[in-house]
């Protein structure tokens, strides 16, 4: 089975790439950077906010069972959006939104027919209640928990095997959530919560997310919907 991760630099992208390894997958990393050396990994180098590279990605053709896990994600600027004088929306959608779709439609063409594909966009509960100072994050999270239903019934349409999530995997402990929590409270009304969940040990550890989600795609179903938690 080949494996396809964005974002495994850190984090959640990291520590799924490592865990996939270890049970003899293949494994391809996008990303900017990786400290992973395994005989099994290939890394390809893209900016994903930079939609030149991410057009060029070509993952040739794939004759066997394929994982796409769209990990890659960016929090943006924590302020309200009236008050940033270059607002980077533009930027945290083509992270959050626009690279996914594109890494879907690539992975569509390169994966044969007679293969099953899984899709697991990682979403955010952010996609799905509004959070003052986070207007592109949510927005971009709520618009990939669309693309990912819109994407999984036009594959269907065609006849081809496959499933299709966006996931919301909980509170991370992440360096978004560093970037969270340095934000102030003039800028960011919600603060004193996500302090309270990192003193309060509330903060779920990459590697237990990890056991998590693969524990979740290797039984998941139809019946489960396409937009979902852990």
């Not at 990939?144 to 036009?154: A, H, I, K, W």
């Not at 496959?162 to 102030?184: L, Y």
Request: hydrophobic content about 40%; some cysteine.
């Amino acid at each position: 089975m080949k494996v396809l991760i964005s974002g495994v630099s850190r984090g959640l992208g990291k520590a799924l790439a490592e865990k996939y390894l270890k049970t003899g997958c293949d494994v391809i990393g996008i990303g900017r950077s990786h400290e992973i050396g395994h005989p099994n990994f290939r890394f390809i180098q893209c900016d994903l906010s930079d939609p030149l590279q991410v057009n060029v990605i070509d993952f040739g053709q794939i004759d066997e069972e394929t994982i796409l896990i769209n990990n890659a994600g960016i929090i943006g600027n924590i302020r309200r959006i009236s008050d940033q004088q270059k607002p980077d929306a533009s930027v945290v959608m083509q992270v959050n939104t626009v690279a996914p779709m594109l890494l879907c439609s690539k992975i569509a063409r390169a994966v044969s027919p007679t293969q099953m594909l899984t899709v697991v966009n990682i979403s955010s509960g952010a996609g799905r209640r509004p959070i003052p100072s986070w207007s592109a994050y949510c927005a971009s999270k709520a618009a990939l928990d669309m693309f990912s239903q819109t994407f999984l019934l036009e594959e269907i349409e065609k006849g081809r095997k496959i499933s299709v999530f966006s996931i919301a995997p909980g509170v991370i402990d992440t360096e978004m959530q560093q970037a969270i929590r340095s934000a102030g409270t003039e800028d960011f009304s919600s603060l004193s919560r996500f302090e309270e969940l990192k003193s309060n040990d509330q903060l779920v550890p990459p590697d237990e997310v990890v056991d998590r989600l693969i524990d979740f795609i290797r039984n998941s179903n139809e019946s489960m919907g396409v937009v979902c938690s852990l």
